[in-house]
């Protein structure tokens, strides 16, 4: 990887999605795959595949197009998935809990070390070896481990004041799936959300376009 | 709204955020608010702000600022908020569990109308008064109602077969939390992905970057 380069968010976040498709390539047996075929089955033109890959050096061979499984690498690292990353949980309601037993940290590279919640019912219980300790031993916990992020996943109203606790201990980035913004701008704190609203609405805004669109040329093909 | 203008993606998705920032200012008492608090708010600038609003028309008044309900209706309106879109979740597991219990699909201007899956102990269930259906009366209940948009929280493996079920019965758009590729990009089916693992790579990357950045700032101290 070329270091000290500036990468715009817009190709950050295409990374994951070349990572998942490569995969599916490896999966089905494709060791290597031109930009132009890359880019059909993932709806983006090839010089925007081969802009994207140059922000990080040089993965591709004229005539030749990418090693799957070279190319795959080098986007897991760019991504930070050979670093070991351990994370802990925080509100292990059925968001947390689809988290904890359904979403498989070690497969993007991270260590679930532990959860954290208040109810009775729900501490001391483990799911898929995850212990869920009562969130009074966060703290102590939290000076006694290194975690690079905690996936916060408590009721709104509880969001800031954990976000507070966690920071003063050292956490400075947080996986957001509370719908609250967590902090201001100019946090030096990373936080990632997970917006299922915001999802919603996007949605919700191509449907009424498409309802629009196909009003209105109805309306072109009655006049 | 300015109808027929070509609105980027980048202001579509920017359009939920500042929905969810005017509900925050209606709830706090604010009643009018400037583009340069607005921007400052939501890190960013106030000629972004007004930028994005002017596609869509003019909500502002010069020194003035913005009136924030009816800046709101105008947003909610323009994302099809107001539009009673009916809704179905197909896949009752801890992802759809959470979105039929927690999730308020009504807050959204969605009406959640039915759940469905096959295990026999969730079936017949009812979670926050959506019943859950078998999925062998999928087909039927397409065929006598309304269903503008599928959730789709099924195991991976069935993702693609359940999608061809739904766009054969008229679904056209579909809310996808299966971290599957549900169709092929010249498609004319409108998905919407929650991807967690994007997401987190994401957020991976920037923790990445930033212990890259800080290592190099102790480097250069040290030297």
């Known amino acids: 990887m070329k270091r000290g380069v500036k990468v715009s968010h817009n190709v950050i976040r295409r990374l994951p999605r070349y990572l998942r498709k490569l995969d599916e390539l490896t999966e089905a047996g494709v060791s290597r795959i031109s930009s132009g ?20 050096g ?8 990418y090693k799957v499984t070279a190319l795959r690498a080098e986007i897991a690292s760019i991504l930070g998935m050979d670093r070991g990353f351990k994370a802990i949980l925080i509100g292990v309601g059925n968001i947390g809990q689809a988290l ?13 070390m532990a959860a954290f919640d208040v109810k009775p019912e729900l501490v001391g219980n483990e799911h898929d070896g995850i212990m869920v ?3 009074d031993e966060l703290p102590q916990f939290l000076d006694e481990n290194h975690v690079d992020v905690a996936v916060l996943c408590v009721p709104k109203k ?3 004041a954990i976000t507070e606790l966690l920071t003063s201990h050292g956490i400075n ?5 509370t719908n609250v913004e967590l902090t201001a701008p100019e946090s030096s704190t990373i ?3 997970i917006h299922f609203s915001d999802s919603l609405l996007s949605l919700s ?3 009424a376009q498409d309802i629009d669109e196909k009003a209105a040329r109805a309306a072109r093909l009655n006049k």
């Open 37 to 56: 075929e890359l880019g059909r089955q993932l709806g983006l033109t090839p010089s925007q595949i081969r802009q994207d890959f140059s922000c990080f």
């Open 58 to 65: 040089e993965f591709g061979q004229q005539g030749y197009g």
């Open 100 to 112: 904890v037993c359904n979403f498989s940290f070690n497969q993007w590279g991270f260590e679930l």
């Open 133 to 135: 300790h009562h969130i």
């Open 158 to 160: 509880h969001a800031v």
């Open 173 to 177: 980035a947080i996986w957001n799936f």
């Open 191 to 193: 936080v990632e959300n």
């Open 205 to 207: 805004y191509f449907v």
